[in-house]
């Protein structure tokens, strides 16, 4: 297969000698063509794809769509536990699956600076490929453009994901009943920390690694406990925090949370304590909250620990009407404090 | 209606004193907030749009899905006759019209460079939003990510369309028979040299514009002319001798052309002969290229005629046998020359 050598990628384009993104590569002409001969189409190897016209035309999917759009800019663009390509396809992905939509195709954008390494992109580009296979989802069109030295970052991907959504499924904050249950998959903050390390350079002891993961067949797990699911959100910029309070932006209730039912790292809870980081405004990027109804929640809860990504699951809190529109924090002392809306981002580039 | 102001967007977010992009911007708190319901969501207003979940879900489309992407990321933002926003609403739903695809849906992700004027911001979405309702396509998803001033360009933008094939259309290289026509919609190089006047400070006396432009409804005249379409693409980067180019490499068949009857505006001419510009190499964004049937292309050049984009409509070349995987000019002296595929772009950042 062109580009593919057993040393992985470290040769993705053998037609030239330069090993870096020129200008060209960006122009829609020869070099641009080796790039999707030699590079994309080896990785992301799928009939649509192949065919190469200016749009892909797919079979009639037959149900609703599930349609998301998300840019990737993280910063580094490698980090323990993954790099900017499995972030782009798992970020994508998961939106869709908290739509309940069931992960189909997704489309690949590059915004390149010129200098990029052609192998760092082939690193970037195996792991999308790797990436999209484990989602279950095909990579079926893209893009690559090119911009000077100084004028971009390495590499900017955006995804485009589509879904369908089975006819079954309603999910959104209408759906929310007083008296709800708040489920987290796992702990909290281990993307942030992660990123926030290699960025500066810490060592907490032990390397905490970004939890970034498709999480759709983690939904599709929770599905088949029988619980009745009224929402999910994957908790990513702004962390827990920000995930709440736009659920609760959207519905006539509030929601209170037990501070020591969310699961932690211990090594995460330290770095944050260290760095002086809310873990609750942490991003995540294989995690997810759900609000379902509180019958059958012992059962969805059994479920979601029989999955690799759910081992942790937990009830951290209720919908109420005591509060409405607050996200409301028990703390481990008895006392009582509103967690509002992040303004930005503690870390910015998280994603 | 909030944003909107009789000047247009000179101030879309009423809730902060500062006229410029910060990082917080993309942080997905309150930030990312105040820009999607001050700007966004009124620009691009559609009840899709409004349901603000991780990803929008969209009624069954009942037919062959048409997917494409393009990220945009032209220099300057604005230049004569239209401006980044424009562009990334009419390249994308322009690909979508060339599989044939009557353009649905529009995705659209922000990459901001920290200190973008909002007002700038602002002007670009209302082009795009303006875009978007001429080209019959709503924008129901988005997103914004900020990286830090020198990291990036002002603003780059990903758009990702969704169309629908209808039943009776197939469109492909493999539908082309030796003999057809290849048509094109009108002059060429506009918007390449648009762009290359007003980077470079150029001044040929009159104002050449680009000729950026949503060709869907063009498409509808064709099909409605009885001509039998085999193929379309838009010339964009590379221009026509990449477009040509890569429709003859994915066929057994070769091109022809006469380069007397290429459409190009005087002043093109004029401008591409000063600068040592090749005009069939400089990109248009507004423009196709059609390989038809001989049969009734008669009245297909009637009715492009009507349209106001197919004014200029003309029969440039036919497919022969003569020449298989090549694209060959007849000069006005009578002689032939290969027309092979641009390496890059003349012109970077062109689109």
Redesign the interface.
């Known amino acids: 297969m062109p580009g593919l050598n057993s040393e992985g990628w470290t040769c993705p384009l053998p037609l030239r000698d330069y090993p870096r993104i020129?200008?060209?590569?960006?122009?829609?002409?020869?070099?641009?063509?080796e790039l999707i001969e030699n590079l994309f189409l080896p990785a992301f190897d799928n009939a649509a794809l192949t065919?190469?016209?200016?749009?892909?035309?797919?079979?009639?999917?037959?149900?609703?769509?599930?349609?998301?759009?998300?840019?990737?800019?993280v910063r580094p663009l490698f980090f323990p536990g993954g790099c900017i390509g499995d972030l782009a396809v798992h970020g994508t992905v998961?939106?869709?699956a908290?739509?309940g939509?069931r992960p189909l195709?997704l489309?690949?954008?590059?915004?390149l600076e010129e200098g990029l390494l052609l192998s760092t992109l082939g690193q970037i580009v195996r792991a999308m490929a790797r990436s999209a296979r484990e989602a279950g989802v095909k990579i079926?069109?893209?893009?690559t453009?090119?911009?000077?030295r100084?004028?971009?970052?390495g590499c900017?991907i955006?995804t485009?994901?589509?879904?369908v959504?089975p006819e079954e499924i309603v999910?959104?904050p209408d759906q929310v009943k007083e008296g709800d249950l708040v489920v987290v998959s796992g702990t909290l903050g281990n993307h942030g920390v992660a990123i926030l390390s290699v960025r500066e350079g810490l060592d907490f002891g032990t390397t905490i690694e970004s939890d970034t993961a498709p999480l759709y067949s983690l939904v599709v797990q929770m599905l088949a406990s029988g619980a009745s699911l009224r929402m999910m959100?994957?908790p990513?910029?702004?962390g827990l925090a920000?995930t709440l309070n736009?659920i609760v932006g959207?519905m006539e209730f509030g929601i209170e949370i037990e501070e020591s039912k969310v699961p932690l790292d211990s090594q995460v809870q330290a770095a944050c304590e260290l760095l002086g980081l809310d873990p609750f405004q942490v991003a995540n990027e294989g995690k997810l909250v759900a609000v379902v109804a509180e019958e059958k929640s012992e059962e969805l809860l059994q479920f979601m620990r029989q999955h690799p990504l759910g081992q942790k699951a937990a009830v951290i809190g209720r919908v109420t009407r005591e509060y409405p529109g607050l996200v409301v924090a028990k703390t481990s002392l008895g006392g009582r404090r509103v967690i509002s809306?992040?303004?930005?981002?503690q870390l910015?580039?998280i994603c």
Request: charged residues 20%; contains cysteine.
């Open positions: 020129v200008l060209g590569h960006g122009g829609g002409g020869k070099l641009t063509s065919s190469l016209g200016d749009a892909t035309v797919l079979p009639n999917i037959g149900g609703r769509l599930a349609v998301t759009t998300d840019s990737y800019v998961n939106d869709l908290m739509a939509a195709y489309t690949a954008a590059f915004i079926i069109c893209g893009d453009k090119v911009v000077e100084g004028h971009g970052d900017f955006t485009t994901g589509v879904g959504v999910f959104g959100r994957d990513t910029r702004g920000a736009e959207r809306m992040p303004m930005g981002e910015p580039r």
